[in-house]
């Protein structure tokens, strides 16, 4: 009797060991699985510098203010560490419609994943709320970040108005930084095409 309780104390003791190195196996495969902030960083850097270099790039913004216009129109880099693009679909003259400060401001927009475009090589529509009426508006509060309706949405997307007046359309290229501070962490660079209004719409 002695030596059958010895037997099956051995025996648990081997499976609990096979159990314990089981579990050290998979903890450690699924680190390795992991992709760390660097590699996602390298990769949003990647996926933007592929993607400029099929737009023409204008590294300052023009002393006049002037941008050109239009599907063709560069990409102007409107921050000084290149984490948002600018290019102007339809201009509006910001001495005659400036966004005053904690003005509501109203805009539709659709994003495109940077990342997956450059993996897939497709520009599919991520989210937003540009082709569904049924939707509402989404909104800010221009420059005055206390407020959550616009820390929500990052620097990036109120920068335009910074140069345009309010009725205007641009497309964004964004990087995270800049991006929604909920996916911050996920280092998800965004093409936004968005359209501003005064009014809800």
């Known amino acids: 009797m002695k030596k059958n309780n010895n037997m099956m104390m051995n025996i648990t003791k081997k499976l609990a060991m096979l159990a314990a190195t089981a579990m050290l196996a998979v903890a450690a495969s699924s680190c390795s699985d992991e992709v760390s902030y660097a590699d996602r960083l390298n990769s ?92 509402s508006s989404s909104y800010f509060n221009y420059s005055d970040y206390t407020l959550p309706a616009s820390s929500q949405w990052g620097y990036g997307l109120q920068m335009p108005l910074n140069f345009l007046g309010v009725e205007c359309e641009v497309k964004l290229l964004v990087k995270s930084q800049y991006g929604l501070t909920s996916e911050i962490s996920y280092v998800m660079p965004f093409l936004y095409h968005v359209r501003y209004f005064h009014s809800k719409i």
Do not use: H
């Open 44 to 135: 949003e850097r990647n996926a933007c510098n592929a993607f400029l270099a099929t737009k023409r790039v204008v590294n300052e913004i023009p002393a006049d203010t002037i941008f050109e216009v239009g599907e063709n129109a560069p990409f102007y880099r409107i921050d000084n560490e290149g984490n948002v693009y600018m290019q102007v679909i339809k201009s509006s003259d910001r001495k005659a419609d400036k966004a005053k400060v904690s003005e509501t401001i109203y805009f539709r927009y659709t994003r495109y994943n940077i990342v997956s475009w450059y993996e897939t090589g497709s520009l599919i529509p991520y989210d937003g709320n540009a082709t569904d009426m049924s939707t």
